[in-house]
Nanobody, 117 residues
Framework: QVQLVESGGGSVQAGGSLRLSCVASGSTFSIFRFRAMGWFRQAPGKQRELVAQICSGGSTVYLDSVKGRFTISRDNAKNTVYLQMNSLKPEDTAVYYC????????WGQGTQVTVSS
């Protein structure tokens, strides 16, 4: 069973930055380096959406609304994926989760990001 633990959220003012981390563990995660990973977010009353994803080779894809502001990266030695978020906007407020881009892993608790204007 895969376990995903997100951290790094918080409350910031618009224009601020946060760095989220997601540590993956579990017996099936011995091949983390071969797995694509993604960051999702879910705002109150809205569907969960895929914000960014990174493949095993390091190529990345972003939601249009975060391009140029968010950067996804990974450290395979630490089984960790990161999301650097700069120039945050109030509309980025949501609970952020990591998962396989298909959403096929068990969901962690997520980490709350709140951006005030």
């Amino acid at each position: 069973q895969v376990q995903l633990v997100e951290s790094g959220g918080g409350s910031v003012q618009a224009g601020g930055s946060l760095r989220l981390s997601c540590v993956a563990s579990g017996s099936t995660f011995s091949i983390f380096r071969f797995r694509a990973m993604g960051w999702f977010r879910q705002a109150p009353g809205k569907q969960r959406e895929l914000v960014a994803q990174i493949c095993s080779g390091g190529s990345t894809v972003y939601l249009d609304s975060v391009k140029g502001r968010f950067t996804i990266s990974r450290d395979n030695a630490k089984n960790t994926v990161y999301l650097q978020m700069n120039s945050l906007k109030p509309e980025d407020t949501a609970v952020y989760y990591c998962n396989h881009p298909s959403g096929s892993d068990y969901w962690g608790q997520g980490t709350q990001v709140t951006v005030s204007s």
